[in-house]
Every structure is written in structure tokens, then in C-alpha cells.
């Protein structure tokens, strides 16, 4: 079985899963997709909307809640629906994906979708300015150069951000390993979606918790919004990870 498959619930698996060493950490990124999404709102046509949102603390999802319903006080059930729709929209998503993910009819669907834009206008035109990109050379760049040659217009935003998470992610596990080997006993033992798993040293869990989230972050990114990383740590197995 692949470890990028394990079920959240399956602890059973994740149990027989030990450290060599002292303690399991695990690095993981926060709402990657949502702060790619701010950076290419912001670098690419000036819309510092989202950007500052994160910068400032506030929850997207929660402001996104607020422009579909019209209101301030949102309950979580309409939180979540604001974060569907965030994540939609990265996703390439329309009116059918809206009408699926959330059980609603098309009406509904059209409305939220609508809403969402009002509430986020800078989405429809950085989808445009991308199009515009690939009818004029053919492809898009990512955060590392990479070219992407994208068919479907619709769904460039998406290779856009996940290309970008993916190559972000490529270049910290380079980083965070050579960090290691010149500098600690602690190594990297596994890599699941966006998040790096170390076998540590007691002694070096402190220092690592301050030097690898430094390492996972990208200073092009964050000229305009934050990276942050999520950290837990298990002395005993994967599946009894807690907070640091």
C-alpha cells in the first residue's frame, strides 16, 4: 500500500510506523492552494485583496461566507460553503461542480457562483489574463519557470497553482535534506501530498522546528503573502501525531 493512500481513519496503519530516533515531525504546509491563489492575485494584476486577508489573519472562507450570503455573522455550515467555493474555483470547478459538491440545485448553484465573483471579481480576471497568455504563446509559466501547455482555458488557473504547490514543495524537500545532511543527524523519511516527515533526534527537535519551515517557505511568495507550514511531532507513532 502506498503511504499517500492510507485513509485519515485507518490509525491501525499508521501505528506501524516508528522512529529510529527520538521522535516523528511532521512539516506541513497551510492552505498552500489559497496562498498561491493571493500571489498570483496580487502579482498579476494588482489585487492585494486576498493577500491581505491571509496576511492579516483573517479566514478567506470565512470572508468568502460573507460575500454569499450578504451578511457578517456566517454559521460553519456557510463557512464551509465559502470554503468549497475557494477551492472550486482553484479546482477549475463550475456550476455542476458547485451543484455536487453542496447538494444544491442549478439555480442555487448559479446564484453561489455569481455571489462569488461579486465577492472576488479579481478571479475572473486573472483567469482572463491567463487566457490571454495562452492564446498568445501557447503556454503558461509557473512559480519556477515551468512551462504548462493547458488546453482547456478553464482549467489553467488550476495547473497554474497545483504546478506551482508542486514544484514549491519539490524544491523544500531539496532545501530541508541538504539542510540535514550538513547540519544534523535527523533525516527525512517520508514525503505524503504536501507534507515532509522527519526521523529526529530529541536534541534537534527544537532547533528543526525553527530551520524547516524557514526552508519550506519561497521569498518570490512572499514578497506579497505569507507561507506557513504546520508542525507536529510523535515520540511513540505516525498515528498519535499532536500539535508541537
Not at 24 to 40: Q, S, T, W
Not at 50 to 65: K, Q, R
Not at 192 to 219: C, F, R, W, Y
Request: net charge negative; charged share 25%.
Amino acid at each position: 500500500m502506498s503511504v499517500q493512500n492510507i485513509p485519515r481513519s485507518q490509525k491501525d496503519v499508521k501505528r506501524a510506523f516508528e522512529p529510529k530516533f527520538d521522535a516523528f515531525l511532521f512539516f506541513d504546509y497551510k492552505a498552500i492552494e489559497v496562498r498561491l491563489l493571493a500571489y498570483y492575485l496580487a502579482r498579476g494584476i494588482g489585487d492585494h485583496s486576498l493577500a491581505s486577508e491571509i496576511n492579516n489573519g483573517s479566514d478567506p472562507h470565512l470572508v468568502t461566507a460573507q460575500g454569499l450570503y450578504s451578511q457578517e455573522l456566517v454559521t460553519d455550515e456557510q463557512r464551509q460553503v465559502g470554503k468549497t467555493l475557494n477551492f472550486s474555483i482553484i479546482y477549475g470547478g463550475g456550476t455542476p461542480t458547485i451543484m455536487r459538491q453542496l447538494g444544491v440545485d442549478f439555480k442555487e448553484a448559479k446564484r453561489l457562483l455569481k455571489a462569488y465573483h461579486d465577492t472576488r471579481p479579481g478571479i475572473a480576471q486573472l483567469n482572463n489574463q491567463i487566457s490571454e497568455t495562452l492564446n498568445s504563446r501557447g503556454y503558461i509559466s509557473n512559480l519556477y519557470g515551468r512551462r504548462l501547455h493547458v488546453e482547456e482555458h478553464h482549467k489553467a488557473l488550476n495547473a497554474l497553482i497545483q504546478g506551482s504547490a508542486a514544484d514549491l514543495m519539490r524544491d523544500a524537500v531539496v532545501r530541508v535534506s541538504k539542510h540535514l545532511d550538513t547540519h544534523y543527524a535527523s533525516h527525512i523519511v517520508n514525503i505524503v501530498h504536501d507534507e515532509i516527515i522527519i526521523d529526529a533526534t530529541i536534541s534537534e527537535v527544537h532547533q528543526l522546528t525553527t530551520a524547516v519551515p524557514e526552508l519550506m517557505g519561497n521569498k518570490t511568495v512572499e514578497q506579497f503573502v505569507s507561507i506557513e507550514t504546520d508542525c507536529e511531532w510523535s515520540t511513540t507513532n505516525w498515528a498519535e501525531k499532536e500539535e508541537y
